[in-house]
């Protein structure tokens, strides 16, 4: 059976409405709930949520590092609470995942952002002493999208969930190709779904001020999570551009978002390919919104983002990627970075 969350919901005013939706006996039945805020907004979300949910206990999460998971699963199970409902951005609802993993309880999304695919992804990307990591967990039993929240939000961050979602169309290329270089199996339900994902809002002209933009974002963001739910691994949403992304997280930590590496590993990645028009369709689309394309928009330089793309395959061991396949020697790195750049650079 395809694992899907009980409720989908992208609207306004969605977390004022949480009390409806934990009404539903199959979320929760005798009403232990606490909800997970983060610190940005919480006042304002605990007040928008008082009238339905007065007797829901309120964690304010500091920040998207373990230690604050931790310590919420650990308020959790001391609560004995049998679910626990995350409302925030996407620090805060990673931080949630992974607390009600700990918890051993069911975790309702509701997001007030929508920068990338963790929404409804099996992982938890979290801060720790040696950088940065993704955690396996459980995906969301139910997810809400605010939009009056998404409107209200940081447009550089709203922006950068297209490129999340972009990236999607390299990261199947990729999976494909480790199943002709190396008999991979590919699981054919989660690569249309993320590929679905993409089609779906590649081509579309209009911008994030529109509901009808954010709505269909968020559905891809989700369907997105949920490809990965189906493959039982992230490969259908992470290819060679997000062994870039990782690899500019190493080298050059706080260079930028991961919606916006993903969609520069994306078009560099299709460029590697010498897929023309697919590169083509890709850089127009993070122009169209405002989002980098070359090393320069977020502050690299030609010869950092060499380092960059040589390390990206350490990044993930065991994946096969255009990186791997190609085998690049530092001296054929330089060239086609210098290439690309040249292609796009403005």
């Not at 009808?212 to 989700?222: G, H, K, Q, R």
């Not at 493959?231 to 992304?245: F, K, T, V, Y």
């Not at 500019?248 to 260079?255: A, H, I, K, R, S």
Request: charged share 20%; net charge negative; proline share 5%.
């Amino acid at each position: 059976m395809l694992p899907a969350p009980l409720t989908m919901d992208v609207r306004r005013g969605a977390v004022a409405q949480l009390g409806a939706l934990l009404a539903d006996s199959r979320v929760a039945t005798s009403g232990r709930v606490a909800v997970a805020v983060g610190p940005g907004q919480g006042d304002h979300i605990e007040s928008l949520i008082a009238p339905t949910l007065g007797e829901a206990e309120v964690f304010r999460v500091a920040d998207g590092t373990v230690d604050a998971a931790v310590s919420l699963g650990a308020d959790l199970r001391k609560g004995a609470y049998e679910v626990v409902v995350g409302v925030g951005g996407g620090k805060t609802i990673d931080a949630t995942k992974y607390a009600a993993s700990l918890a051993g309880i069911p975790m309702v999304a509701v997001a007030t952002n929508l920068s990338h695919d963790g929404i409804c992804s099996p992982t938890a990307s979290l801060v720790y002493e040696g950088g940065k990591g993704t955690f396996g967990v459980p995906m969301p039993l139910a997810i809400l999208v605010d939009l009056d929240f998404v409107h209200n939000a940081p447009k550089s961050l709203v922006r950068a969930g297209v490129g999340d979602v972009v990236s999607n169309l390299s990261a199947i290329e990729d999976w494909q190709l480790g199943n002709v270089e190396r008999g991979e199996p590919i699981d054919g339900l989660a690569s249309s779904m993320s590929r679905t994902a993409a089609e779906a809002l590649i081509g579309r002209t209009d911008s994030i001020e529109s509901d009808a933009f954010l709505t269909v974002l968020a559905e891809s963001l989700i369907l997105s999570g949920m490809s990965m739910v189906v493959a039982g691994s992230s490969r259908p949403a992470s290819g060679g551009d997000h062994e870039i992304l990782h690899a500019v997280d190493q080298l050059f930590p706080g260079t930028s978002n991961h919606g916006e590496l993903a969609g520069i590993g994306a078009a560099f990645c299709f460029f590697l390919r010498e897929d023309d028009a697919r590169v083509k369709q890709v850089v127009d689309c993070l122009r169209r919104h405002e989002l980098p394309v070359v090393p320069a928009d977020i502050g690299l330089s030609a010869e950092q983002f060499r380092e960059v793309v040589a390390l990206a395959p350490a990044t993930r061991p065991g994946r096969y990627t255009i990186l791997e396949h190609l085998r690049m020697q530092d001296s054929e790195i330089r060239d086609r970075v210098g290439d690309y750049v040249r292609a796009f650079g403005s």
